[in-house]
């Protein structure tokens, strides 16, 4: 007896000096919370951050309903007891202590102080403890409404909503004040779990919010809040789809974006529901509206595949827009930040390392399909193997300006064995594909490894970083970091600005020549679908420059170019989210096959054409190919070196008719000239010179010459196709085939290491060209391995994406 009057005593003595020295604190700073508003490079708004989302909605302008299913749910007694329920905390107190299940005894008042006061957290029984003196202080000192209005405005009921108006427009669309029976019983019953509650989250969730909104109701009857006709009539509330940031679901990818950018720069999410900062951007609507409009996949896409696109100001590096999927709900993964394979993309890398080791561009390569190249393996332990062009092609031997634009496996190869892979990889890094992590070196999504197939794209990488690097080549050379974010503020005071700075990260003549060979992808090669942003005849035409990309398998296909204002890459994937693994892109909307030159290139003219109409049309660098290294001499004994002055004089060289226009560009280069290619329309294949003014003639050195080039547009009306499936078969078999079809067939032979003698390595013009009748078609034919036979110079002029792995 006296240990029980002594702990009494004890307890007693606790309470009064708590109920003495606990004081009601001020109101949190949360009531004064403000909304941070997102905003497009114009001004207009992009989206809203809000931690505590709400609007203060006074209790006499709700429903009676609305706050009575609170109470019948939470805490019956609400209106009688003094703030705390002892029978519910002696019960929890046992049933705690006993081993049962965890239970709770706060009451309305209790949770108000604690959200009012407090703010919401784990707590300790000692903190449980002082919300209970403050709870019975706060009853004698405010009413039960405003204690119910107070609560009514501070409860968070999910998807960012505080407060029951905030709630009822997040989850029915309409203020608190037209909430119905049901809807005040929906979220009266979620409020222990409004996150894991929500019917968005599954169907486990949603068939819990059911039986905590059947549970609502019963209590409702019970308290007699509601007759039982009122429980009989009550449907299932319908809820709005969830809608965040601006309220649009493809905004919202961009509010993420803005998000993480900021995380980086030390504001962090919590700072942006609360400070009420005003951000600019510098997303550019008109952009992004072409952007939506353009991506959105067609229905007969796949379930898992994406598309994805970034626009970058490449001076700047600001992101003028994003597309990072069609509905935030459904696909929260932002498809512009999530890693695929590069594929093609990555050959330029290759060649930039080539061009700094001064490999130009006229440097010739064998591109015979099947090639053995030494260290190409599958296996790391095992033997070398063949590497394989697209379509298994043979072009014959040829340039890197050619096999860039046909984008040539077999070439691309032997150039990364040539300067080795690690200079790609560095060239990647150099151009802003992120470096890894000392953390993530053995992860193999995250790095670019030092091995030769890393000319191919078998590493991986998101668009806006693939957008970064192609973003310094269109800007020849010039490194800048890509950004959305430009300013925060709040009032006149500036919290951030966006990075300016501009480093010089390659040699502009270096950046000249990848830039003109990336043209050629568009004008003569993979990337012929974006020819139509150059403009119709007779307008001055709009130079693009770019290049296609297509994974192994087609686990990914890519469009990456440039105008000199803007870069945009588009992506295509598709990865199984259920199974987490990456699968080959299901064609769609009317293509066979998804390449890089495919969707990808079409989507990218057409979206560019939006967002470039109106902008000023801008050349890029002029590119003057090298001049062929000069013949040595030895002096004539008999001869005196001269002490003439220079010759101002140079002749126009000959024979330059019918040559490829690098093999031009780079003679007259080389005579002390600058070559100007003008395209003509003509039947000979594209690339062809056709004429040279003042051809052999005497003019000033320096002068531009003027070069007539075929576009190869023209075709003949009596037309034949050069039939397929010739290569690697036997010379006889192939001229059968050709004089079938009502060509002429010409054979050349040329050595080969790698295919069998008698058998055709390469023709041209390619099978399945569309040629006159009567036109002849070369077969080089393989003489064997080692020296002898004719060497074939010129390949095909057009082709498909070659970024498909062997």
């Not at 604190?25 to 905003?39: A, C, G, I, R, Y």
């Not at 770019?546 to 440039?562: D, H, I, L, V, Y």
């Not at 008698?758 to 060209?769: A, F, L, M, N, T």
Request: hydrophobic share 35%.
């Amino acid at each position: 007896m006296g240990t029980l009057l002594s702990g009494t005593s004890l307890v007693a003595g606790v309470v009064i000096a708590a109920w003495f020295n606990v004081g009601v604190p001020p109101e949190l700073d949360s009531v004064d919370f403000e909304t941070t508003t997102v905003h497009y490079a114009d001004g207009k708004t992009l989206g809203k951050f809000a931690a505590q989302d709400r609007t203060l909605v006074s209790l006499k302008d709700l429903p009676s309903h609305v706050p009575d299913a609170i109470i019948a749910s939470e805490d019956q007694s609400f209106r009688s007891h003094p703030g705390i329920n002892p029978r519910a905390i002696a019960r929890a107190v046992l049933n705690n202590v006993t081993g049962g299940a965890q239970q709770g005894a706060s009451t309305l008042t209790q949770q108000y102080v604690e959200n009012y006061y407090f703010g919401v957290g784990d707590t300790t029984y000692a903190d449980e403890f002082r919300e209970a003196i403050l709870a019975l202080k706060v009853t004698q000192e405010q009413s039960k409404d405003r204690v119910l209005e107070g609560y009514l405005n501070s409860i968070y009921l999910g998807r960012g909503a505080y407060g029951v108006d905030a709630a009822s427009k997040a989850y029915f669309g309409h203020p608190a004040t037209e909430m119905t029976i049901s809807e005040s019983a929906f979220l009266a019953g979620i409020i222990p779990n409004p996150t894991y509650w929500d019917p968005r989250q599954g169907e486990t969730a949603a068939a819990q919010a059911e039986s905590r909104w059947n549970r609502t109701l019963d209590f409702m009857v019970e308290t007699g809040a509601i007759t039982q006709e009122d429980r009989s009539a009550a449907k299932y509330p319908e809820l709005v789809e969830y809608q965040q940031g601006s309220g649009d679901n493809r905004t919202a990818y961009l509010m993420e974006q803005v998000a993480n950018e900021l995380d980086q720069a030390g504001i962090t999410a919590d700072q942006l529901t609360k400070n009420g900062y005003e951000i600019h951007t510098s997303i550019d609507r008109k952009m992004q509206a072409a952007a939506y409009e353009t991506m959105d996949l067609p229905d007969d896409a796949g379930k898992y595949t994406r598309a994805s696109l970034t626009s970058i100001d490449p001076q700047t590096g600001e992101i003028k827009a994003m597309y990072g999927g069609p509905n935030y709900s459904k696909h929260p993964t932002n498809a512009a930040t999530f890693r695929a394979q590069g594929a093609s993309t990555f050959k330029p890398f290759t060649l930039i390392g080539a061009l700094k080791e001064g490999i130009p561009l006229t440097e010739e390569y064998d591109s015979t399909d099947g090639t053995i190249i030494e260290g190409w393996k599958q296996d790391p332990d095992g033997p070398d193997v063949p590497l394989s062009n697209f379509d298994n092609e043979s072009f014959g031997q040829i340039d890197l300006a050619y096999a860039t634009a046909q984008s040539v496996n077999v070439v691309y190869g032997q150039l990364n064995k040539e300067i080795g892979p690690e200079k790609t990889a560095q060239v990647a890094y150099d151009l802003g594909i992120p470096r890894p992590d000392d953390d993530e070196e053995t992860n193999d999504c995250c790095i670019i490894r030092n091995n030769l197939a890393n000319v191919l794209g078998t590493d991986y990488v998101t668009n806006v970083d693939l957008a970064h690097a192609y973003s310094t080549i269109a800007a020849q050379g010039y490194r800048t970091t890509p950004h959305l974010v430009t300013k925060v503020m709040k009032g006149e005071t500036v919290y951030h600005e966006g990075p300016t700075a501009r480093e010089q990260m390659f040699d502009e003549k270096v950046m000249s020549a990848a830039t003109y060979a990336l043209t050629k992808v568009v004008e003569d090669g993979s990337g012929a679908a974006a020819q139509e942003l150059m403009g119709p005849d007779g307008v001055t035409p709009r130079p693009v420059a770019g290049k296609t990309g297509s994974s192994q398998q087609t686990e990914s296909a890519w469009f990456a170019g440039f105008v000199p204002q803007l870069t945009t890459v588009v992506g295509l994937y598709q990865y199984d989210i259920e199974e987490n693994t990456y699968e080959q892109v299901q064609p769609f909307g009317g293509y066979e096959w998804m390449t890089g030159g495919s969707w990808p290139a079409t989507a990218w003219t057409d979206y560019m054409a939006k967002a470039t109409e109106g902008m000023e049309i801008e050349e890029f660098p002029v590119y003057t190919p090298p001049a062929p290294p000069e013949p040595t001499q030895s002096p004539s004994p008999t001869t005196s070196p001269s002490t003439e002055p220079e010759e101002e004089l140079v002749t126009v060289p000959t024979g330059l008719v019918g040559k490829q226009y690098t093999a031009a560009a780079s003679a007259l280069a080389g005579a002390g000239l600058i070559p100007q290619q003008v395209d003509v329309d003509s039947d000979q294949p594209a690339g062809t010179v056709l004429s040279v003014d003042r051809e052999g003639q005497e003019v000033d050195r320096g002068e531009t010459i003027r070069v007539e080039v075929s576009n190869g547009s023209q075709v003949e009306e009596e037309t034949t196709t050069v039939p397929w499936g010739l290569t690697n078969q036997d010379q006889g078999y192939a001229e059968e085939q050709v004089s079938a079809a009502g060509l002429e067939p010409v054979v050349q032979e040329a050595p080969s290491d790698s295919v069998p003698e008698g058998r055709v390595i390469s023709v041209d013009p390619r099978e399945g060209s569309e040629v006159a009748e009567g036109s002849q078609v070369t077969l080089v034919v393989s003489s064997g391995p080692g020296e002898g036979g004719d060497d074939p110079t010129d390949g095909p002029p057009d082709g498909e994406d070659g970024g498909i792995l062997g």
